[in-house]
């Protein structure tokens, strides 16, 4: 075979590489899949879609292309977008992502004037756009799921200021508080991450396109027109960043990561409360799962699954972090791997606040249980001590006092509420009559009535502040 011979087959082997020009060969078959990106990628189709006709908007305007180019390219793109969302579009491995494929069908669409979209751009800001377009719907997204749950949960709460339950450290039984006072706690978890997730949008929403390559473009390019007409808030101050920093993946994930944490301390506490040794709630069927072989089995798989995901997440979070540690600047070839753990992330975060969002203004409390529970374990024995100090006592004093009082209750099988006016007063004299509003669990509850206090009006009050914080998402 002669040379010109071998170098047309090399170069007919590369046609439908768009970069392929100095290559002399075709790229190993193997390879072309191990660094294809398209099979997780054509997800971002409908970003890249969008930020190409911002660009293609924005050549025009600087004059780069005409006018009547722009609206071939516009016509184009959006042909192939609804070929896509109706599966008609034949995505292929050998063009490697999102990018090219789009790029080669439109090329292939309306001609030369396909060829002409990429000017002034590189797939390293081009993809670094697409992402943070991606992420910024799917945050508003899951900022929308994540509120649902909040007015779920703060509707029970509400519902509930009054019902009273055990309040625990360590597991053992603590003070009471009420149902109410406990959900507003979680809403409390839900808030910070609310706030978090709203920041990490701020961060998000600043456009690499531009950058090019590394080092920015020779064109007269007009990157604040871009920024206005994708919705940005400005665009990206540094070329060699923009297309490198892939800070504000790493944010979202730890956003989730502290999502998650905060829905598997929550699961664990539904698990805790649907089992027989609790028994503080029930879960509706739907959102339980029963035995294969034991028939009474009532599985809370829900916020189990959810529990388990958490460590899913934490995951990506690790594995974005890792992914950043060592890379010199600018774009690496590593950074295509930021988008399955990104993208998983994304998925299971809005999955797991679908199902939270749709379970918990679901839960029934059994009121007589948790009561009956909050009044075993002492749980007023701080209220006693409490009482002892209003009548002059040190509290240190006070403290061995009531500590003694619950040690003749655990001997005699009694709670202090249960306990006569004068076996009380075999550890203080000071203990008088009225006692016994101290030590119910009402009396427990309404005592403490202060700005996060259990008292049931400061409950409906947190309540109603916390509905006020969400109208004002509008």
Known sequence: MTQSSTSSTTASAQIEKLWGGRFNEPTDAFVEGF???????QR???HDIQGSIAHATMLAKVGVLTEAERDAIIEGLNAIRQEIESGKFNWSVSLEDVHMNIEAALTAKIGITGKKLHTGRSRNDQVATDVRLYLRDEIDLIAAELTRLQQGLIALAAQEAATIMPGFTHLQTAQPVTFGHHLLAWNEMLQRDYERLMDTRKRVNFLP????????????????LTAELLGFTQPTRNSLDSVSDRDFAIEFCSFSSLLLMHLSRMSEELVLWTSAQFDFIRLPDRFCTGSSIMPQKKNPDVPELVRGKTGRVYGHLMSLLTLMKSQPLAYNKDNQEDKEPLFDAIDTVKGCLRAFADMVPALEPKREVMREAARRGFATATDLADYLVRKGIAFRDAHEIVGQSVAYGVETGQDLADMTLEELQRFSKDIEEDIFDVLTLEGSVAARDHLGGTAPRQVQAAAERAQALLAERG
């Open 44 to 46: 971002l189709y409908h």
């Open 35 to 41: 660094t294809a990106s398209v099979q997780f990628d």
């Open 209 to 224: 396109l531009g950058a090019a390559a590394l080092a920015g473009t020779t064109y007269p390019i007009d990157r604040t």
